[in-house]
């Protein structure tokens, strides 16, 4: 199985800045896509970012020109840049990767989530 390991959330005042990781391990041929997701209590998960193979990146309106999606396709790893944070941005984060294993059949994974809360 493609497994994911998130790291990086945590408590932050309102303006601060915070960097969440995630690394995909396991029998990979490719990745796809690599996408960030938050969910809030009593809310529907929401697409934060996603970053696709060529690069090409989409955003939530809510998070647009504060936050940036990258990714290092060497080590397998999603980054998400959130700066200027507001209250409305606490919620538990999950990274999404897809693409194709090494026996040539699709994968979709998703990670254990991280905490970000932000304090006002």
């Known amino acids: 199985q493609v497994q994911l390991v998130e790291s990086g959330g945590g408590l932050v005042q309102v303006g601060g800045s915070l960097r969440l990781s995630c690394r995909a391990s396991?029998?990979?041929?490719?990745?796809?896509?690599m996408g960030w997701y938050r969910q809030a209590p009593g809310k529907q998960r929401e697409l934060v970012a996603v970053?696709?193979?060529?690069?090409?990146?989409n955003y939530a309106e809510s998070v647009k020109g504060r936050f940036t999606i990258s990714r290092d396709n060497a080590k397998n790893t999603v980054y998400l840049q959130m700066n200027s944070l507001k209250p409305e941005d606490t919620a538990v984060y999950y990274c999404?990767?897809?693409?194709?294993?090494?026996?040539?059949?699709?994968?979709?994974?998703w990670g254990q989530g991280t905490q970000v809360t932000v304090s006002s």
């Open positions: 999404n990767v897809n693409g194709i294993r090494s026996v040539f059949r699709h994968f979709d994974s």
């Open positions: 396991g029998s990979i041929f490719s990745i796809n896509t």
């Open positions: 970053i696709m193979s060529g690069g090409d990146t």
